[in-house]
């Protein structure tokens, strides 16, 4: 990868074995034209969409066993994309998007050297008021992420993308590890009409790693989700 140091690391999850090109480490710092202030990308946040975090095993721990078929599913603040990976595998109908710019480059490599057919990759930006439905990505069935609470202002920014995104009845699963973000998070999808039920996620990893975090499950009916778009 020109500019950047990275490693190669078997991530294993369920008992499947996942090639994947990372970062070498968080010192991995952008060149100063591809940070920007302005549109959320500071030079520290910059290498975080490249290592592989615990909240992102967990996902694609949930989505190796989770009902996919016939869904159109939507990866948001993919970072390395291991949940869409997963779902690939499975051959699951799954989008992966993110704002940084080199998500579909590392997405590409991991898709060839897992042997993986092409994935469908968008870059998303939260801060853009979709609902006119400009982006293309259209709408899905299940809207998933991992750890995508990090910064202050994103809790209002990515419910309305969210939402802008979800078809009727859509299914919402985050994995947040107990970021303070949270709970604004949480008003925001109700006061956009989904309901959560919140549950802890499984207390070790498969590497034996202790996790604490949780699982948030948003879903509105059909009836809500014609009311309030």
């Known amino acids: 990868m020109p500019g950047y140091q990275v490693k190669h690391q078997t991530v294993t999850i369920a008992g499947w ?7 070498l480490d968080g010192q991995q710092y952008a060149p100063a034209r591809e940070t920007d202030p302005s ?3 500071s030079e520290s946040g910059w290498p975080l969409f490249g290592q592989v975090w615990p909240s992102a095993r967990v996902l ?18 993919a970072g390395l994309a291991l949940a869409s990976l997963v779902i ?6 799954v989008t992966v998007t993110d704002w940084h710019p080199l998500t579909e ?26 609902a006119d439905g400009a982006s293309g990505l259209g709408r ?36 947040d590890p ?13 006061a956009l009409g989904y309901q959560l039920t919140m549950a802890l996620a499984g207390r070790t990893l498969e590497t034996g790693e202790a996790y ?16 309030t778009r």
């Not at 480059?105 to 898709?111: A, S, V």
């Open 88 to 93: 690939h595998r499975r051959a699951g109908d």
């Open 105 to 130: 480059t590392f997405l590409q490599r991991n898709l060839q050297a897992n042997h993986l057919g092409p994935l469908n990759y968008q870059a998303g930006n939260w801060e853009v008021d979709d």
């Open 212 to 227: 604490k975090g949780r699982f948030l499950h948003f879903s509105r009916s059909d009836e809500t989700s014609a009311t």
């Open 60 to 77: 694609a721990l949930a989505m190796d066993k989770h009902a996919i078929a016939g869904k159109r599913i939507l990866e948001i603040g």
């Open 140 to 175: 899905f069935d299940l809207i998933i992420g991992s750890d995508v609470l990090y910064e202050r202002q994103q809790p209002a920014q990515l419910a309305r993308f969210v939402h802008q995104h979800a078809a009727p009845g859509a299914h919402i699963i985050i994995v």
């Open 178 to 190: 107990d970021r303070s973000n949270r709970s604004e998070f949480c008003k925001a999808m109700d």
């Open 17 to 23: 074995d996942y090639a994947i090109c990372s970062l």
């Open 39 to 41: 549109n959320g990308m």
